[in-house]
């Protein structure tokens, strides 16, 4: 594999499979494409979901005011609230807030709504079934954020040529660990171009062209995606200063918003797999050609 070595060099990673945090100083993106006002989105319903590596998360679904969309937050930890999902809405029963997810502490059969307007204790509330918190102490400031981007090939078909179900699955290891964190999982397939545009670009990419090439011969932007409902998102989830988990230093800009909305604190690298373990990852000359593509053309900040 030919040498793809960061731009600018980013520092050598992995203690105990950790990434690094690297502290973001300057902005390094110009804005000026960015949307002046951020999207009005709003969660309609969250629920908690156990997963098979034992963490449990809440998946909230937002709608918004610029696409028809089904975006979603992927929240670690039960510290993390919605504000447009917590804000009481006309007539509304305490059942119908329970069913929208307004509720604190746990759901369990029978139980009666007393919590909603904040006289139950929602952490203690747990211990009566079995469980204790477990107290966090290093638990850092800043929470751990990831914006993902739907990749139906490759969170759902095993694909090869990209390491987004790979990095989907590395963002929550991190964010299990450390008992909190933020997926915002943006249903932008292809990089904004659809399921059925990105399957002819594989097709160009089999005939010869690289990610970038594709897209454009397809007369698609190399990237079509936009980042302001993640933004609106963070900040309905109350998060300002956060940790981002990525390579692409365009995103941090387009987190943070047009006039900084968000601050973004700290960059944590997400370093592929196959580069930092013998036998595990994403070992295929597809998805070396496209980080090779992502390094080379689009600016991602990685390196071995
Ligand atoms: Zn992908």
Aim: with cysteine.
């Amino acid at each position: 594999m030919p040498s793809i070595i960061s731009p600018v060099g980013s520092p050598s990673l992995i203690a105990q499979g950790t990434p690094v945090a690297i502290p973001v100083t300057e902005p390094v993106t110009p804005r000026e494409d960015l949307l002046d006002t951020l999207p009005e989105v709003e969660c309609v319903v969250r629920a908690r979901i156990p997963t098979v590596s034992g963490t449990e998360i809440f998946l909230h679904l937002y709608r918004n005011n610029m696409d028809q969309k089904e975006h979603l937050a992927i929240v670690f930890g039960h510290d993390i609230r919605s504000r447009s999902l917590d804000k009481p809405r006309p007539n509304e029963t305490e059942m119908d807030r329970m069913i929208r997810g307004a509720y604190t502490g746990k759901l369990y059969p029978g139980r009666k709504a007393s919590g909603l307007d904040g006289t139950e204790p929602s952490t203690t509330a747990s211990s009566s079934s079995g469980r204790t918190p477990t107290p966090n102490l290093s638990k850092p400031k800043n929470t751990l954020v990831r914006i993902h981007s739907e990749c139906y090939t490759g969170e759902t078909t095993w694909s090869a040529r990209c390491d987004c179900g790979e990095q989907l699955d590395e963002a929550a290891r991190l964010m299990g660990r450390e008992g909190s964190g933020v997926i915002v999982y943006l249903r932008q397939e292809g990089r904004g171009i659809g399921l059925s545009e990105k399957l002819k670009a594989y097709n160009l990419q089999d005939l010869g062209a690289d990610t970038v090439t594709a897209n454009l011969l397809l007369r698609h932007p190399a990237d079509a995606r936009s980042y302001s409902i993640a933004t609106a998102i963070l900040l309905d989830l109350g998060q300002d200063k956060i940790r981002l988990l990525t390579n692409n230093p365009d995103k941090i800009a387009a987190v943070e918003g047009k006039h900084s909305e968000i601050h973004v604190v700290e960059r944590v690298p997400m370093v592929p797999l196959a580069w930092r373990t013998a036998n595990d990852g994403i070992r295929s000359k597809e998805v070396e050609g496209y980080l090779k593509t992502k390094i080379e053309r689009m600016g991602h900040l990685l390196s071995h």
